[in-house]
C-alpha cells in the first residue's frame, strides 16, 4: 500500500469490494448519484442507486447515468409519473423507456404519451399498449385501496377473459401492491406461457424498496416447483443486480434442482 493509498477514501479506492463496502455508511446523495452514475463496477452503481433517497438524485441519474443498470434501479424508486413521462421523453433508450411505462398507471399521462408527436415512435407504441392495458384495472381492482387476495379460480377467470400475458403485464405495473405480488404468484404456480414472465416480475421485486414487498416476492418465489421456471430463474444470476436475493430464494426452494445448485455454488 502506497502513501498515496492512505490518504484515498473508500469509494475511491481501487479495489470495488472496497468501494462496495464503503457504502454502507455513505449518506451523501451527491456522492452517491455519482457513484450510480460513473463508477466502473455494475454492483458499486447499483447499490448505490439503492441507496440514494432524494428524487431528484434519482432522476439525476436515471437520465445521465453512463450505464443502463443503475439507471434502471433509479427509475424503480422514482415516484414521480410526471418524471417517469419525462424521462421517457428525454430518454430514448427501450429498456429504460420499459421500466418507466411499468411503474405509470395514471391514464391520462399514458394517453397523452400516446397523443404527443414530440414523444418517438416507440414511446407512443409503448404508451398505446399500455394505455389499453389500464382498461383492465377497473375489473382487477389491483389499485391498493380496493384491492384484495383473489382466489386461483378468480385468477383463473380472468386469465381465461383477458390472457394471461396482459394480465401479468398489469399486475407486474402495481407490484407496490401486496397483493399483486400475490396473484403473480397464483399466476406462477397455475403455469403455462405467463408463469414465466409472473416468475421475473416477482423477481424484480425481491430489490423492491418496500420490505414488505420484497418479502412476499421472496415467499412467493420459495414456493417453486416447476423445474422449467427453477432453472429460468437460476439463469437470472449473472445477468442483473439480484444474484444475492435469487441465491436467498433457491436455499427455500424445497427441489432437488434449487438443492444441486446451491450445493454446488457452496462448494
Known sequence: MGIKDLFTPDFKSEDPAKRLKALESLKDQSLLAELAMNDPSPRVRTAAARKITEQEQLIKVALDGNEIDARLTAVEKIDSQEKLAEIIKRRKNYKLMGACFERITDRE????????????????????????????????????????EKSPEEIAAIIDKYGGEKLVRVMGKFRGSKNSILAL?????????????????????????????????????????????????????????????ITAV???????????????TDN
Open 109 to 148: 399521462i399514458l394517453s397523452r404519451i400516446a397523443n404527443d408527436p414530440d414523444y418517438n415512435r416507440s414511446a407512443r407504441r409503448l404508451a398505446i399498449e399500455n394505455y389499453a392495458d389500464e382498461a383492465y384495472l377497473s375489473d382487477l381492482q389491483v389499485a391498493e385501496d380496493k384491492a384484495r
Open 250 to 264: 433457491l436455499k427455500k426452494v424445497d427441489h432437488p434442482d434449487a438443492r444441486e445448485f446451491i450445493e454446488k
Open 185 to 245: 404468484g397464483q399466476i406462477m404456480q397455475r403455469g403455462g406461457d405467463s408463469a414465466v414472465m409472473a416468475m421475473e416480475y416477482l423477481a424484480k421485486s425481491l430489490n423492491y424498496a418496500n420490505p414488505i414487498i420484497s418479502r412476499c416476492a421472496e415467499e412467493q418465489l420459495a414456493e417453486l416447483k416447476d423445474p422449467e421456471l427453477i432453472a429460468r430463474l437460476i439463469a437470472m444470476i449473472g445477468s442483473t443486480d439480484l444474484d444475492e436475493r
